[in-house]
Every structure is written in C-alpha cells, then in structure tokens.
C-alpha cells in the first residue's frame, strides 16, 4: 500500500490549509485511516483517524474543534481540513493506513501498518 500526502505548506497564523492523501491499497482491507504529526525534536502524534466502513473520526485534543477528517472512498483520499493554525501546529504531518486496529491503540503509531511520506506544515506566528 502506497501512501501519497500533499497539500502542507508556509502559511500565517489563524490561516487554514487541507492536506489530501491518496491510497493505492484497498479501502476494505486497509479500512483505518489517519493522520499524524511530528514536530522537530518531538515524538510521532496522532491528530485524527476514522474508517472508510463508517463511524465519526476521532481527533486529538490539540486539533478538536480547528481540525476535520473527511474521506471520498471513490477517489481512496482523505483529507484533513486544518482552521485556526497556530505555530504549535507546525510540523510534518503523516497519513497512515491499517488493515485491522484496536480503535483504543489508534493513537499509537506502532498500530499502524502503512505511512506516507509526509508533507510538511509551517504556520508563522
């Protein structure tokens, strides 16, 4: 399963930008899909993830409220639609898919089974 994230860039606090990732893999088989990030010096974190079979995502307490997941199963792309930016959210940001995931382990990065390779999100202050 390929990953391709797209969509990071430099952008101004309070600005918005939306991340797109495309898999190459099967929406049955690999029904977890998410999002994470990692800021210089820091560890992995997750941000949001959901499931193409259905159900709402689930979001991090740093984004919830400024971040949104959404899916287009026909294109196999999700998106994570990112308002209010602030520095704190500077960072690369990681979709990453998986076949079966405990929905409690999803915020561990070692669940997943497949990344991207990162687009990178620079919010100025």
């Known amino acids: 399963v390929q990953l391709q994230a797209s969509g990071g860039g430099l952008v101004q606090a309070g600005d918005s930008l939306r991340l797109s990732c495309t898999s190459s893999?099967?929406?049955?088989?690999?029904?977890?899909m998410g999002w994470f990030r990692q800021a210089p010096g820091k560890e992995r974190e997750f941000v949001a993830g959901?499931?193409?079979?259905?159900?709402?995502?689930r979001y991090s307490d740093s984004v919830k409220g400024r971040f949104s997941f959404s899916k287009d199963r026909a294109k196999k792309t999700v998106y994570l639609q990112m308002n209010s930016l602030n520095p704190e959210d500077t960072a690369v940001y990681y979709c990453?898919?998986?076949?079966?995931?405990?929905?409690?382990?999803?915020?561990?990065?070692?669940?997943?089974?497949?990344w991207g390779q990162g687009t990178l999100v620079t919010v100025s202050s």
């Open positions: 990453a898919a998986a076949s079966s995931l405990i929905w409690s382990a999803l915020v561990i990065p070692e669940s997943w089974h497949y």
């Open positions: 893999g099967s929406t049955t088989s690999n029904d977890n």
């Open positions: 959901s499931r193409w079979s259905g159900g709402s995502p």
